[in-house]
């Protein structure tokens, strides 16, 4: 689906008055607002519900806009810029003091992505600057994959929600610090390790969960309002229904292998075995199960490889830290 014209007009036309409008990405919808206004990047974090020390990423237009945004890129960082954008990676750099420290939580260096949707480059160019977009949901929850979750997540808080239809990825970008000697992946997304790997020629570390910039000091993230339970793909049955039988209105993830197993539980999302549409549709149905009132979702991790790796990431955050974490 795109957008009419006019629609991207009026959201350009928001972010130049200093508004906050909602756009679509590959991975999920973003809050955008004009990354050299600080002020507007400040009511982003506000209307989050956000600290003001987890910077944001700057979306532009082309990877050849790179160098107004940041200052000594490696010759590693443009080999993946060139290879991967526009999609769905983010690099971490130097920034350029065009980029106010509003956006980046006090940071010397500034997160950068090109989106690969035609909606979003159609509006970066009719704005013409970069547009900062944390995901467009409130601060811990689970990230929009359609206009229509921005609307019921942040309704009038938000100036102009531009409708670009429902998110190819379904999970967020994949974010390299590319600062140092040695890349690493601070968050995996939509982008593999497997092909950044392969891009690079040689193996690249993850340091998901450490990395103190990418929200890890708070107990969970990409969370729905029941509580997530992680166990084994054998035991989804037996837990969901002992869980049932406890009172809970229990929500389960049902494993691709067990999607003929007799289930007893509240409510029932058949996981795709596809890596693809799981990371298409996993916020998708935490909402679901939200929206049908479960307070207890059983569910269990895929093989963290491919878009595996990104889909575990989100469930054991979803789920927050286990108490010997
Ligand atoms: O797919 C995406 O990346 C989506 C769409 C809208 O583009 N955006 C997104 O933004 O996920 P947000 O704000 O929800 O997550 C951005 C992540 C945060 O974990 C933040 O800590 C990290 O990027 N980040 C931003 N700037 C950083 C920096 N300078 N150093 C390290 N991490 C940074
Ligand atoms: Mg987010």
Redesign the pocket.
């Known amino acids: 689906m795109t957008a009419r014209t006019s629609d991207i007009e009026k959201a350009a036309e928001v972010l130049r008055a200093g508004g906050l409008a909602a756009f679509p ?1 590959e ?5 955008g607002a004009n990354a050299e206004d600080p002020a507007a990047v400040a009511r982003t974090f506000q209307v989050k519900g ?1 600290p003001p020390s ?4 700057v ?1 532009i237009g082309g990877a050849e806009h790179l160098d107004d945004w940041v200052q000594d890129v490696p010759a590693t960082a443009r080999l993946l810029a060139e290879r991967f954008w526009p999609g ?1 990676l ?1 690099l ?1 750099l130097r ?1 350029d003091r065009r980029v106010p420290l509003e956006a ?2 006090g ?1 010397e ?3 950068v ?1 090109v ?1 690969d949707h035609p909606v979003a480059l159609a509006l970066l160019s009719a704005f013409g600057g970069g547009v900062t ?4 949901n409130r601060f811990g929850s689970v ?1 929009p994959t359609t206009a229509d979750h921005v609307r019921a997540e942040l309704g009038d808080a938000v100036d102009f929600v531009l409708d670009g239809g429902p998110c190819e ?1 379904g ?3 994949t ?1 390299v ?1 590319a600062t140092g000697e040695t890349l690493s992946v ?2 995996p ?2 982008v593999t390790r497997e092909d950044l790997e392969t891009a690079l020629g040689r193996p690249l570390a993850v340091h998901s969960t450490s ?1 103190v ?3 890890g000091q708070h107990p969970s993230h990409y969370a729905p309002r029941a509580r997530v339970i992680l166990v084994e793909p054998e035991n989804v049955v037996a837990e969901a229904q002992r869980a049932q039988e406890l009172g809970r209105q229990v929500g389960v993830f049902l494993p691709p292998s067990f999607a003929d197993a007799p289930v007893k539980a509240h409510a029932v999302v058949t996981v795709p075995g596809s890596m693809a549409a799981y990371a298409r549709g996993l916020y998708g149905f935490l909402r679901e199960l939200d929206q049908a009132g479960c307070d207890v979702i059983i569910a269990s991790l895929p093989e963290e490889q491919g878009l595996g790796l990104a889909i575990a990431n989100r469930l054991r955050r979803a789920a927050g830290p286990r108490p010997t974490d």
């Open positions: 990405t991975t999920v919808y973003g809050l956000r987890h910077p944001l990423i979306h769905p983010t971490v920034r980046t939580g940071l260096t500034v997160a992505r989106p977009a944390p995901s467009a990230s990825v999970v967020e970008s974010i610090d601070l968050r997304g939509g990395r910039r990418v929200p």
